[in-house]
């Protein structure tokens, strides 16, 4: 379940940078990585290495935000940005963001640069291998009185599948209004070869009616923190493939 939780990293991180508090690290001293609780989250495409998103977003040892600008962190030897976005009601968002980090040597090595000049080894992670899309066998278009079945094999690295349902509504005191409900996916761990079955018996029923299957297989990878961080300190990689079926 642990992993789990991870699944949609760049969200995860945005809402806690939101809802944490500052910490008083912002204005006083760091020169220890100790006082430190770093998140490294990236997102890498699966056909290709190249142009993938980091963020990172550093805490004190009680979960409350850093937001230090004369902290600097470096991957592969390119800056991440500090980053502040302003949100609603005069709340903002601290973090460093880094849209185009490419691997090096197949790996994304951080490093850390603290107000008083000292450089260190932050983390490190291996990029996920590509995988082709096309090793995907599905129909687009789903029939409500069959089962569904949807197969993949050479999906090196792919661990789990999430799959979200998107229902019509049935509303018999208004029959001539079409609304519709988005469920939350519910996921699987799979291998790199299988298949999965969706039974028709829950594709129809008195209230609902499917109308969209969707389908995300995530690759996911946990890498190496310095152990000079503070506890809970992470780094991961998440890479997905989607793909759509319509029951209309």
Known sequence: MEKLKKLFPICCMLITALSCDESKLSKGPVNSLSLIRAE???????????????????????????????????????????????????TSSTYYL???????????????????GKKSFLAEVDALDLVNGQNISYTETGNLNKDYEITWKELTGVNYL??????????????????????????????????HVISKSTFDNPTHQVNILSFRFIAQK???????????????????????????
């Open 40 to 90: 490294i989250n990236i997102t890498q495409r699966l056909h290709s290495k190249i142009e993938n998103q980091v963020v990172v977003s550093l805490f004190d040892e009680e979960g409350k935000i850093i937001k230090k600008d004369s902290i600097k962190i470096y991957v592969n030897g390119a800056e991440v940005r500090y980053t502040v976005r302003q949100g609603l009601y005069y």
């Open 98 to 116: 880094k849209d185009s980090a490419n691997p090096k040597n197949n790996q994304f090595n951080f490093e850390i640069v603290l107000p008083d």
């Open 162 to 195: 999430a799959i979200a349902r998107t229902l019509k509504v049935k509303k018999q005191e208004e029959p001539n209004i079409t609304t519709y409900e988005e469920h939350m996916p519910d996921t699987i761990s799979i291998h790199s070869e299988g298949r």
């Open 222 to 248: 946990i890498g190496k923190v310095s152990p000079e961080l503070a506890k809970g300190s992470s780094i991961s990689i998440m890479g997905s493939i989607e793909r759509s079926v319509s029951f209309e």
